[in-house]
């Protein structure tokens, strides 16, 4: 047997030895590595929450803490609600959230940056077209509360105090909370500030400028937990609650005001579709076997071939055996290649005219009962007399 060897080809040569070149050259140069941080942002938990680290600081000092997407009803009053100016869209939402605390509620209120659409790792600054369109819309709650808010100075921040303490906290928003000219002060401390903080009723109010120190990757600078915390303490509630930005929805608001008319509509529509509905009655009696005559199912078979259309085969047999005793008795072969003095003796053997004999065997019914009852008539006559 012989053996014979593949001759290498050029290409692979010179491609091996390229590779094993450059392998050497790198070895020979003193190469440098680098360490470069990329920010990717939070995954998990803190992605979906940008108040995730504030509401651990809260459950940390013993204040249970929630978090909604939307309001959908209000909490009890012994609870402190953070909302922001997304939250509220309508005079009639903040009059029920101005009842609450007058009930009791704590509420504080951050006039931006508490919704969840904010990029905290976007590179443009924050406040950077604070005061555009969005914000030239009215701001239900602070008109109910008699409150302005207009921008500072450009180049300095207002000081923030709170319980008459400093903080090293900076807002984006430079924004001045104070109460409108001709208005009572309510009880409380400071004014004119980034912070408004007031009694209401039975509540307390404390409006801030906006929440972007408190958010997870802001929180840790300065004093910002430091002064979240006082803010929580304040109230001295046990339960913290935040919703990031959706209004009282309109369901939530019907139950809670109407829920004594809806329940006896309701009703109402359920009676009305239970005995309306289609339901199942009793279950009818098998029924019992019975023998059929076989006219009867000759008289089906029919039946069925007369809805399909299909008279030429009812017709079949009683031609087919006609026109066997034709080729029997007057040697017929082929009824279609007949001549017309056959049809004639026929006929006159018959009684039949030639046409109505030629029909008879040859022509098609169609879809007319008295035209199939005609030819019917004339293949029995025809088999009459043969």
Known sequence: MNNRTKPVSFRWIFLLSGMVGGSLALLGCSGEFTEEEVEVG????????????????CEHYGVSSKSRPSLGSLPPPNTTL???????TSRGGAEVIKKWVTAGGSLIYFLRFLDRSYDDFAEVSPEINFWGS?????????????????????????????????????????????????????????????????????????????????????????DHAALFWAMINQTGNADFLIVYGAD????????????????????????????????????????????????????????????????PQLLAPLRRRILQRLRSTMSWEDPTRTESNQWTVLANRTGLSPQRVQDALLADPGREPHRFVE????????????
Request: glycine share 8%; charged share 20%; hydrophobic share 40%.
């Open 42 to 57: 939070y995954r998990g938990e803190a992605s979906r929450n940008p108040f995730l680290a504030a509401q651990r600081l």
């Open 82 to 88: 953070a909302l922001s100016q997304g939250g509220i």
């Open 134 to 222: 969005e914000d030239s819309q009215t701001d239900f709650l602070l008109d109910s509360f008699k409150v302005l808010a207009s921008p500072g100075p450009e180049r300095s921040r207002p000081s923030v105090s709170f319980q008459g303490q400093p903080y090293e906290v900076k807002f984006p928003s430079n924004l001045v909370l104070d109460f409108e000219p001709q208005t009572t002060p309510r009880t409380g401390l400071g004014t004119a500030s980034s912070i408004l903080q007031f009694s209401f009723g039975e509540g307390e109010v404390i409006l801030v400028a906006d929440a972007y120190p408190f958010r997870n990757r802001q929180i840790g600078y300065g």
């Open 248 to 311: 009282l929805s309109f369901l939530g608001l019907l139950w809670s005001r109407g829920w004594m008319v809806i329940i006896p509509i309701l009703l109402a529509i359920a009676m009305w579709i239970w005995k309306n509905i289609p339901r199942d009655g009793p279950l009818l009696p098998e029924e019992a076997l019975s023998h059929r005559e076989f006219a009867m199912h000759i008289d089906a078979a029919g039946e069925f071939l007369w809805r399909q259309r299909a008279m």
């Open 375 to 386: 030819i019917c008539r004339d293949l029995n006559t025809l088999e009459h007399y043969l």
